[in-house]
């Protein structure tokens, strides 16, 4: 199958990609309307219009399903962001706005709590949806003057698994919301930025998200 192509699909082929599109566009619905507890496999095919036996030839279990939907909803929130930082003039201002609102969402959205019991499987899900942007992102800010760092990737994982720990310590109650400017600020010095610059960015205005 040509994926760039849909044209060239096959009607077979064209009836299995409706068909996990459909299952992973149920799960993100109904996980956010009862949670993961209180959704089961039958809600989702029953949403989607798909049988359960042949669910399972997309996905062998509730939990591989959800977390393919999870991280296409990564995936739009990435292409979400980046409409919105696209119209900065800063560079050091586009990382910023995008981990506030990764943390934001991570501690807010309930399908993404459930994600975050699972740490491994959240640090892994955020290299990939968001790498592409972010990576470049912090390569576009050192070329500019603003960051300070010898490598992207190495940056951009440890960035990912303090932005996890503290997700989860808001999720469990054990580190207070309040303090997600300041995690963006710390998330700031990584990359060599003084602290007080830090702050000034991180206090920035926060344009709201558009829709896609």
Not at 56 to 74: C, H, P, R
Not at 96 to 125: F, K, N, P
Not at 160 to 167: E, K, P, Q, R
Not at 185 to 206: F, K, T, Y
Request: aromatic share 8%.
């Amino acid at each position: 199958m040509d994926a760039a192509n849909p044209a060239a699909e096959t009607r077979t082929e064209r009836k299995k990609r409706r068909n996990r599109e459909a299952l992973i566009r149920a799960a993100y619905q109904l996980v956010a309307e009862k949670g993961i507890d209180g959704t089961t496999m039958q809600d989702i095919t029953e949403r989607a219009d798909v049988g359960l036996g042949t669910a399972y030839n997309y996905f062998s279990s509730k939990d591989e399903l959800v977390t393919a939907a999870i991280e296409q909803g990564m995936d739009e929130l990435a292409r979400r962001i980046r409409v919105v930082t696209d119209t900065f003039d800063d560079p050091a201002q586009v990382y910023a706005y995008g981990w506030h609102t990764v943390i934001e969402t991570a501690t807010t959205d309930r399908r993404w709590h459930w994600l975050m019991q699972r740490s491994e499987v959240t640090a892994d899900a955020i290299f990939r949806c968001f790498g592409p942007y972010a990576m470049g992102d912090l390569l576009r800010a050192r070329d500019a003057g603003r960051y300070v760092f010898d490598d992207v990737e190495l940056v951009w994982r440890q960035a990912i698994w303090g932005a996890v720990g503290l997700c989860r310590g808001i999720g469990d109650g054990t580190v207070s919301a309040d303090n997600l400017t300041e995690a963006v600020v710390n998330l700031l010095g990584m990359v060599g930025v003084s602290r007080d610059e830090a702050w000034e960015i991180a206090r920035r205005p926060r344009p709201p998200l558009p829709e896609l």
